[in-house]
């Protein structure tokens, strides 16, 4: 008995039909392969991303070098800082600070040589920055007076003074952030005086002022008391209850305000992946 095979046209029937079939197939299992690959990807940068943002708040919280820039970078984060390694990827930043409370900065070294700064806003970057003004050099046996001045006839300003050296400032939070470098430095600061039309007076007023600084411990940054017994906190003495010394370290209060722009490179294509931009307190 002779065998019937499949004719021409069955076969390319035949063909067709398990083309059809295969190709939906084969662009299924290739999508469902771009889609494991894209979720691996998307993992990976996740990770590396929550890693950069401890990295940054990290060196926010530790590093004061930065105060006189409107605009600066913190050094690049790696993926292969990972604990099991991912060096595909790195993170750069961009931090703009964009509002202090901080009147002023101060700065002691170990000379005891005082340097103040003074809030000024950048008009061209759009933030605050903190622009030097004069030193105190160490000839002064490293004693600072500081006398502060609140005006009262309507004008949003004040005067601080550092041994009789004036420094205006307008729209003043009447805060003060310190920075010491072990020095001896010792700082009077008795409350906050009145000035009338830019005369200045002996009258205190009910104003506070806030000298806040990492060198201050928890003990040592207690509220002082009631005048006339001196309270301290490392390098400042005062004698009114008007002054307090606050330890940043140990305070819930955020008193800086930073747009943050965040860089996700993919190093092995050389391009950018990912983009941020946020705000934070610090």
């Not at 970078?73 to 292969?80: E, H, I, Q, W």
């Not at 990827?89 to 005891?112: G, H, M, P």
């Amino acid at each position: 008995m002779k065998l019937k095979g499949f004719s021409l046209i069955e076969a390319i029937v035949a063909v067709a039909i398990f083309a059809i079939i295969l190709v939906p197939i084969g662009i299924a299992f290739n999508q469902s392969i771009r889609v494991t690959s894209k979720s691996k990807e998307n993992m990976d940068i996740a990770q590396v991303l929550n890693k950069a943002m401890e990295k940054m708040y990290a060196e926010m919280a530790n590093d004061v070098s930065h105060f006189t820039d409107t605009v600066y970078f913190l050094p690049d984060y790696s993926g292969n800082e990972l604990q099991y390694g991912n060096d595909r990827y790195r993170v750069k930043y961009t931090v703009k600070r964009l509002e202090s409370d901080f009147d002023l900065i101060l700065t002691a070294d170990s000379s005891n040589t005082v340097s103040v700064y003074q809030k000024v806003y950048d008009a061209t970057y759009g933030g605050v920055r903190y622009d030097y003004r004069f030193s105190l050099p160490s000839g002064l046996s490293g004693i600072v007076n500081i006398e502060v001045y609140k005006e009262t006839s309507g004008v949003n300003r004040a005067e601080y003074k550092f041994n009789n050296i004036p420094l205006i400032i307008e729209r003043p939070n009447f805060k003060i952030y310190f920075i010491d470098n072990s020095s001896a430095v010792n700082c009077n600061i008795n409350g906050v005086f009145e000035m009338s039309g830019g005369v200045l007076t002996s009258n205190y007023t009910a104003q506070s002022l806030e000298v806040w600084s990492k060198s201050f411990s928890v003990s040592s940054a207690a509220s002082p008391l009631p005048s006339p017994t001196a309270s301290s906190a490392i390098n400042f003495t005062t004698q009114r209850t008007t002054v307090r010394f606050i330890s940043y370290n140990d305070s819930k209060f955020y008193h800086q305000l930073f747009e943050v722009t965040m860089e996700i490179w993919d190093e092995k294509r050389n391009r950018k992946v990912r983009d941020y931009k946020f705000m934070v307190r610090g």
